[in-house]
């Protein structure tokens, strides 16, 4: 039988968010409540949520639940089974401004769960929460945290303003700041103030005129510099301190999920 075990994933950092993995879990919770908004997200095995507005649900893999703060509900396995599954949460206040900010819907405390079974919204989800365990810098995760919670559909309304649009002058000013900023120091606030806009308004604009959002593109423009590194012979550690990488297997994985191959594949190792 697959071991049981759970990670949590916290940084004082990022105050505002935390997350959790359980696998092959057998454990039972009474009904409760958390102050956050909570996703919860079924990866492996069956179980049965209360808390949405229909009564009992039965959640299959790659079925998300969005939990308002203080909503009563409980998840659990089947009778017998084990099941796998992620849960985050969220500061509710933090979550509250990000959304009013940008002029987007959200849902008020105790509203009834919401139940999501889109493949591509779970397949986000669990990219979102990879990134978070992962030795990403913070700037990186909290800038994705920004970007899903603000394309998530919380209520069923689209937004109440469509994405701005970033004049021409303002986006050569944002991306000429970027490309010269140390990503760890990027800070996606202190853009947003000074394009005019908010967190999510700016990564929406800075995505419907690049195609990237902030933080990609800078991943992307380090790819492109390491390349040219690369191309000259220089060794893979001293690119990736260049580059600003946390460490040369951080370089490596980011440089092959953009590439296809890897850094000394590239050069011809």
Not at 132 to 156: P, T
Not at 181 to 187: E, G, I, M, Q, T
Request: proline share 6%.
């Amino acid at each position: 039988m697959p071991r049981s075990h759970a990670v949590v994933w916290r940084d004082p950092a990022l105050a505002h968010v935390e997350s959790r993995r359980a696998c092959n879990s057998r454990a039972c919770y009474k009904a409760h409540s958390h102050p956050t908004f909570s996703i919860g997200a079924v990866d492996a095995g069956h179980s049965h949520f209360t808390g949405a507005a229909g009564g009992q649900e039965r959640l299959t893999p790659g079925t998300l639940v969005l939990v308002p703060a203080r909503r009563v509900h409980a998840c659990n396995p089947e009778p017998g089974q084990a099941w796998s599954y992620q849960m985050l949460h969220v500061d509710a206040d933090w979550l509250t401004q990000l959304r009013l900010e940008s002029g987007l819907s959200g849902t008020e405390a105790g509203e009834p769960a919401r139940i999501c079974r889109a493949p591509q919204v779970y397949r986000q989800f669990c990219e979102l929460n990879s990134l978070l365990f992962s030795r990403a810098n913070n700037s990186e995760k909290d800038a994705a945290l920004v970007a899903f919670l603000g394309d998530l559909d919380f209520s069923a309304h689209p937004p109440l303003v469509a994405a701005p649009a970033l004049e021409a002058a303002t986006l050569s000013e944002v991306l000429e700041r970027i490309e010269h900023l140390d990503p760890a120091r990027l800070s996606l606030g202190a853009l947003a103030r000074e394009a005019g806009l908010g967190r999510y308004q700016l990564i929406r604009a800075f995505r419907a005129a690049t195609g990237f959002t902030p933080h990609a593109y800078v991943l992307n423009a380090r790819v492109n510099r390491g390349r040219q590194l690369l191309s000259k012979g220089l060794a893979l550690a001293e690119v990736a301190y260049q580059l600003g990488f946390a460490d040369q297997s951080h370089f490596q994985r980011v440089f092959k999920a953009h590439v296809g191959v890897t850094p000394g594949q590239y050069r011809g190792d």
